[in-house]
């Protein structure tokens, strides 16, 4: 065991939290304590185990980020910083999610314009207007630019954004290695998302195809499955009487506007009310369309009257019965929402073309009232439409119900439709080590509940196109099939500007030649390619097969459907396997009234202004403070938990400068108190490692802390009088035992609080403690003669009311307590002090007796046996 001797000239004569964020970060920087380059000392590459890499979550770089994202970006930087200090290399990079629907938005309401495809590109455009959110802004009052533009404000925008966010990120203390960042729509990360998209075409795992799909209204694209949510809204039932061979067919729906689209009626297969009408068929009130009545399992028998009418489309249901009954599309409603002008083919007569005619034009809202007036006119609706309220699927960005359009779509292959497909993803999520362990079934059961492939084509600009042109034939339409893929050294490319080859740009929409495609990938089919974005799959293959498959995929709870499944499912088609090892899932922040914190409720915290106000240390402890899964609460005005961690951490600078100043030698750490003192933060060494390597940070904070504190409130004052003025064997054991503390409770500390960790260290060290080695219960010595090196290793040293410290610490207390209750100064001498012991606990006292009789200025100390320990009689000095 030895203790650093402490070369102090730069210790602060006050030691401050201020300041120290703006002063670590740019040393930090400067010297590169983070920076990853991927060599060893010699300079040879880094073999794979020597390396920690993190696929890091990019946030979306529209708008601001939110504490939310201090309280997951926190967790990762924990385990960062405690790989770095056990010796690996750690690949920590930092992206920034630039394209997709947020950012657009943004830039719509931030420089008030809008897309207009057919407009000529105009250099050195300048919008109307720079700044704001103008989220009441409507599209009218937009002006509308060509896509060139719109997407080079989308870039300047996007750029400012993540200026701020690294600000905030380095502010936090986040160790990440800056030269490693990436871009969602950079070149690179264009060319790797295209080429991932090319080989997935190639193995036959991407497709196209015309099918029902997602669509929203307000934003005019697709939407996939892993977007959407269920919003509770009012509705009504209205019961429609179509005819049948029985009479009047009573059904029930919420969707009396698609009536015209009506293909089928539907019962289920068991429901004995209906087996003799299986097989005929019906006709839809007001437009008499004879329509079959089919069976399916999924028809409830319980709901309504037990018959639905099959639309094409009023929901996913709708969509499962159109494909396995295979039955013909009649859709009404239009991209814009509204119903389209011409009315579907098997509405013959012309009572059911006027009647269609009233609604053409109409959104579904209107629709709806004009349909219910048609039926009540024509007699073929049963009383009043009955109030309800029903889930209803939304976009997750998206302010209007979805509707279902047939749509031509770009998709890729997910286990939606191919069981052995869903059976593969669900073994490589078993490969992975979830924390906490219940998130892989969250993992799962998504995996098991998908119904259909993964939409990734959008209807948006600002992304990454689909990198394909389509032949035209003689009469200027595509060519079935006639697919034009580009070659690898063409990408990254954007089919709306570059040209196939064997082309020109002449041939352009002109029969015989080519077309674009117009669409851009769905963010998460970017997003989905982190580890390749990152680790250089497509431009560093020496850099990928270093880091490759990742350590770690932290992220939120949320986006396990999306991000990780997303991830998970590009490396199984690509590599074959999981792409990492671990999975760490962050809990929710919620508000006092225990609701989660999000944009879209109003209720996020912006945490600039709270890491201004507290300090980086405080709000570092209060995320560290929530085990993984775990959701934790915080209350803006008044932040409890980040106080205490501010406390912390003015309490590590306060108590490290009183141990470093303390003038005198180390010696050999020869007194019991101090070696059982090192025995115990022996054990708290091993408890925060192991915590750690299970990827439990609260638990090795909650282990370090209370030790730490117990070491300022109990040993800190026991052993100081000795540290002053004791016997040079005496004075020199507890000099070493303090500086040997310290140093160890500072890198225990170091991933925690690394601002006052750091500046600590400085005063005694060269180097950054960040890169320092993480301590072992080895550098602590064997312990004290009751408690040796095999307790130590073994685990059996408590650190609980029973131990040494802990004891002597309870009497030095009750002596404290006793001078209070009589009035007295703590500095007041006693001639003569009492202590009851329980007798397993006497060997204690009787070791620390001297300290514990100079601390207290305690003449004569006597123990007694009892069944508590407790201060008995005791005899001030006279003044």
Same mark, same amino acid.
């Given at each position: 065991?030895?203790?650093?001797?402490?070369?102090?000239?730069?210790?602060?004569?006050?030691?401050?939290?201020?300041?120290?964020?703006?002063?670590?970060?740019?040393?930090?920087?400067?010297?590169?304590?983070?920076?990853?380059?991927?060599?060893?000392?010699?300079?040879?590459?880094?073999?794979?185990?020597?390396?920690?890499?993190?696929?890091?979550?990019?946030?979306?770089?529209?708008?601001?980020?939110?504490?939310?994202?201090?309280?997951?970006?926190?967790?990762?930087?924990?385990?960062?910083?405690?790989?770095?200090?056990?010796?690996?290399?750690?690949?920590?990079?930092?992206?920034?999610?630039?394209?997709?629907?947020?950012?657009?938005?943004?830039?719509?309401?931030?420089?008030?314009?809008?897309?207009?495809?057919?407009?000529?590109?105009?250099?050195?455009?300048?919008?109307?207007?720079?700044?704001?959110?103008?989220?009441?802004?409507?599209?009218?009052?937009?002006?509308?630019?060509?896509?060139?533009?719109?997407?080079?404000?989308?870039?300047?925008?996007?750029?400012?954004?993540?200026?701020?966010?690294?600000?905030?990120?380095?502010?936090?203390?986040?160790?990440?290695?800056?030269?490693?960042?990436?871009?969602?729509?950079?070149?690179?990360?264009?060319?790797?998302?295209?080429?991932?998209?090319?080989?997935?075409?190639?193995?036959?795992?991407?497709?196209?195809?015309?099918?029902?799909?997602?669509?929203?209204?307000?934003?005019?694209?697709?939407?996939?499955?892993?977007?959407?949510?269920?919003?509770?809204?009012?509705?009504?039932?209205?019961?429609?009487?179509?005819?049948?061979?029985?009479?009047?067919?009573?059904?029930?729906?919420?969707?009396?506007?698609?009536?015209?689209?009506?293909?089928?009626?539907?019962?289920?297969?068991?429901?004995?009310?209906?087996?003799?009408?299986?097989?005929?068929?019906?006709?839809?009130?007001?437009?008499?369309?004879?329509?079959?009545?089919?069976?399916?399992?999924?028809?409830?028998?319980?709901?309504?009257?037990?018959?639905?009418?099959?639309?094409?489309?009023?929901?996913?249901?709708?969509?499962?019965?159109?494909?396995?009954?295979?039955?013909?599309?009649?859709?009404?409603?239009?991209?814009?929402?509204?119903?389209?002008?011409?009315?579907?083919?098997?509405?013959?007569?012309?009572?059911?073309?006027?009647?269609?005619?009233?609604?053409?034009?109409?959104?579904?809202?209107?629709?709806?009232?004009?349909?219910?007036?048609?039926?009540?006119?024509?007699?073929?609706?049963?009383?009043?439409?009955?109030?309800?309220?029903?889930?209803?699927?939304?976009?997750?960005?998206?302010?209007?119900?979805?509707?279902?359009?047939?749509?031509?779509?770009?998709?890729?292959?997910?286990?939606?439709?191919?069981?052995?497909?869903?059976?593969?993803?669900?073994?490589?999520?078993?490969?992975?080590?979830?924390?906490?362990?219940?998130?892989?079934?969250?993992?799962?059961?998504?995996?098991?509940?998908?119904?259909?492939?993964?939409?990734?084509?959008?209807?948006?600009?600002?992304?990454?196109?689909?990198?394909?042109?389509?032949?035209?034939?003689?009469?200027?339409?595509?060519?079935?099939?006639?697919?034009?893929?580009?070659?690898?050294?063409?990408?990254?490319?954007?089919?709306?500007?570059?040209?196939?080859?064997?082309?020109?740009?002449?041939?352009?929409?002109?029969?015989?030649?080519?077309?674009?495609?117009?669409?851009?990938?769905?963010?998460?089919?970017?997003?989905?390619?982190?580890?390749?974005?990152?680790?250089?799959?497509?431009?560093?293959?020496?850099?990928?097969?270093?880091?490759?498959?990742?350590?770690?995929?932290?992220?939120?709870?949320?986006?396990?459907?999306?991000?990780?499944?997303?991830?998970?499912?590009?490396?199984?088609?690509?590599?074959?396997?999981?792409?990492?090892?671990?999975?760490?899932?962050?809990?929710?922040?919620?508000?006092?009234?225990?609701?989660?914190?999000?944009?879209?409720?109003?209720?996020?915290?912006?945490?600039?202004?709270?890491?201004?106000?507290?300090?980086?240390?405080?709000?570092?402890?209060?995320?560290?403070?929530?085990?993984?899964?775990?959701?934790?609460?915080?209350?803006?005005?008044?932040?409890?938990?980040?106080?205490? =961690? +501010?406390?912390? @951490?003015?309490?590590? !600078?306060?108590? *490290?400068?009183? #141990?470093?100043?303390?003038?005198? %030698? $180390?010696?050999?750490?020869?007194?019991?108190?101090?070696?059982?003192?090192?025995?115990?933060?022996?054990?708290?060494?091993?408890?925060?490692?192991?915590?750690?390597?299970?990827?439990?940070?609260?638990?090795?904070?909650?282990?370090?802390?209370?030790?730490?504190?117990?070491?300022?409130?109990?040993?800190?004052?026991?052993?100081?009088?000795?540290?002053?003025?004791?016997?040079?064997? =005496? +004075?020199?054991? @507890?000099?070493?035992? !303090?500086?040997? *503390?310290?140093? #160890?409770?500072?890198?225990?500390? %170091? $991933?925690?609080?690394?601002?006052?960790?750091?500046?600590?260290?400085?005063?005694?060290?060269?180097?950054?403690?960040?890169?320092?080695?993480?301590?072992?219960?080895?550098?602590?010595?064997?312990?004290?003669?009751?408690?040796?090196?095999?307790?130590?290793?073994?685990?059996?040293?408590?650190?609980?009311?029973?131990?040494?410290?802990?004891?002597?610490?309870?009497?030095?207390?009750?002596? +404290?307590?006793?001078?209070?209750?009589?009035?007295?100064?703590?500095?007041?001498?006693?001639?003569?002090?009492?202590?009851?012991?329980?007798?397993?606990?006497?060997?204690?006292?009787?070791?620390?007796?001297?300290?514990?009789?100079?601390?207290?200025?305690?003449?004569?100390?006597?123990?007694?046996?009892?069944?508590?320990?407790?201060?008995?009689?005791?005899?001030?000095?006279?003044?």
């Amino acid at each position: 065991m030895s203790a650093t001797t402490p070369a102090t000239p730069g210790m602060p004569e006050r030691p401050a939290l201020e300041g120290l964020e703006q002063k670590w970060d740019q040393r930090w920087e400067e010297a590169g304590t983070y920076r990853f380059d991927g060599v060893a000392a010699d300079g040879t590459p880094l073999e794979r185990d020597a390396i920690y890499s993190i696929d890091t979550p990019p946030p979306t770089a529209s708008g601001s980020l939110h504490v939310g994202h201090v309280f997951s970006y926190t967790h990762t930087d924990l385990i960062a910083r405690f790989q770095r200090m056990r010796g690996k290399h750690v690949f920590y990079p930092m992206g920034w999610d630039d394209n997709g629907l947020p950012t657009e938005r943004r830039v719509q309401n931030y420089y008030g314009v809008r897309v207009d495809p057919t407009l000529p590109y105009a250099p050195g455009f300048t919008p109307p207007q720079e700044g704001g959110d103008n989220k009441g802004s409507k599209a009218g009052d937009q002006l509308p630019v060509s896509r060139r533009n719109f997407i080079e404000l989308c870039e300047r925008l996007t750029e400012e954004d993540e200026e701020k966010f690294e600000h905030l990120w380095r502010t936090l203390g986040l160790s990440v290695d800056w030269k490693q960042s990436y871009r969602t729509i950079s070149d690179d990360a264009r060319r790797t998302s295209q080429l991932a998209f090319l080989r997935n075409l190639e193995r036959g795992e991407a497709y196209q195809a015309d099918a029902p799909t997602l669509w929203d209204v307000t934003f005019r694209t697709a939407v996939a499955q892993a977007e959407l949510e269920d919003r509770e809204q009012p509705g009504a039932y209205s019961t429609l009487l179509f005819a049948s061979q029985d009479g009047d067919l009573r059904i029930d729906t919420t969707r009396p506007e698609l009536l015209a689209s009506c293909v089928a009626v539907v019962a289920h297969p068991d429901d004995e009310r209906y087996q003799h009408l299986f097989g005929t068929t019906v006709t839809t009130p007001v437009f008499g369309v004879e329509v079959p009545f089919v069976k399916h399992e999924l028809a409830q028998v319980d709901k309504g009257t037990g018959v639905a009418m099959i639309c094409t489309f009023g929901d996913l249901t709708d969509v499962i019965w159109w494909r396995e009954l295979q039955l013909p599309s009649r859709s009404v409603i239009g991209f814009d929402g509204r119903f389209v002008a011409e009315a579907p083919e098997a509405l013959e007569t012309d009572a059911a073309k006027a009647a269609y005619a009233e609604l053409a034009g109409k959104t579904v809202f209107s629709a709806k009232k004009t349909m219910l007036e048609l039926l009540q006119a024509a007699g073929r609706v049963v009383g009043e439409p009955r109030p309800i309220t029903h889930p209803v699927k939304f976009f997750e960005k998206g302010d209007k119900p979805l509707e279902i359009v047939s749509t031509l779509q770009w998709y890729i292959k997910n286990g939606g439709r191919d069981e052995s497909l869903q059976e593969r993803l669900v073994t490589h999520g078993r490969e992975i080590s979830w924390h906490p362990e219940h998130m892989r079934t969250r993992y799962e059961n998504w995996v098991h509940g998908l119904n259909g492939d993964w939409l990734i084509s959008r209807q948006r600009f600002f992304g990454v196109p689909i990198p394909v042109w389509y032949r035209l034939d003689e009469q200027g339409e595509r060519v079935p099939g006639g697919v034009l893929l580009p070659s690898i050294d063409q990408l990254p490319l954007d089919p709306t500007t570059d040209v196939p080859d064997g082309y020109d740009e002449s041939q352009r929409g002109e029969p015989g030649g080519f077309a674009g495609e117009v669409d851009i990938m769905d963010t998460w089919a970017t997003s989905s390619l982190t580890p390749q974005l990152a680790g250089g799959w497509a431009a560093d293959s020496e850099l990928w097969q270093q880091i490759a498959p990742f350590d770690l995929r932290p992220q939120g709870q949320d986006i396990i459907r999306t991000w990780l499944f997303s991830t998970m499912l590009r490396s199984m088609f690509e590599d074959g396997r999981a792409p990492w090892k671990h999975a760490a899932l962050s809990g929710w922040i919620l508000d006092p009234d225990r609701k989660k914190m999000s944009k879209s409720k109003g209720n996020v915290v912006t945490p600039l202004g709270m890491l201004e106000d507290h300090g980086s240390d405080g709000v570092r402890y209060w995320a560290a403070s929530s085990r993984l899964g775990v959701d934790a609460t915080l209350d803006p005005q008044n932040p409890k938990m980040i106080k205490i =961690g +501010r406390r912390l @951490a003015m309490k590590v !600078l306060n108590a *490290a400068k009183f #141990v470093l100043s303390m003038e005198g %030698a $180390p010696g050999e750490v020869t007194e019991r108190l101090d070696r059982e003192m090192l025995a115990e933060l022996a054990l708290v060494v091993r408890t925060a490692t192991r915590a750690f390597e299970s990827y439990d940070h609260a638990k090795a904070l909650e282990a370090t802390e209370a030790f730490f504190w117990t070491f300022c409130d109990d040993y800190l004052e026991l052993v100081k009088e000795r540290a002053y003025s004791g016997d040079e064997a =005496g +004075r020199g054991s @507890a000099i070493a035992a !303090l500086r040997t *503390a310290i140093d #160890v409770q500072l890198r225990l500390l %170091a $991933p925690f609080l690394p601002f006052a960790t750091e500046e600590v260290w400085s005063w005694s060290h060269e180097g950054s403690i960040h890169v320092a080695p993480w301590p072992t219960p080895d550098e602590l010595g064997n312990g004290s003669d009751a408690m040796g090196a095999g307790a130590v290793a073994t685990g059996a040293i408590s650190i609980g009311s029973t131990g040494m410290l802990a004891t002597v610490g309870r009497a030095l207390i009750g002596i +404290r307590r006793a001078k209070t209750d009589a009035k007295a100064s703590q500095k007041t001498a006693v001639a003569s002090a009492v202590i009851a012991v329980p007798a397993a606990l006497r060997e204690h006292l009787e070791a620390a007796a001297d300290d514990l009789k100079a601390v207290g200025r305690i003449r004569d100390l006597t123990l007694v046996e009892a069944d508590e320990l407790a201060v008995g009689e005791i005899v001030l000095e006279e003044a």
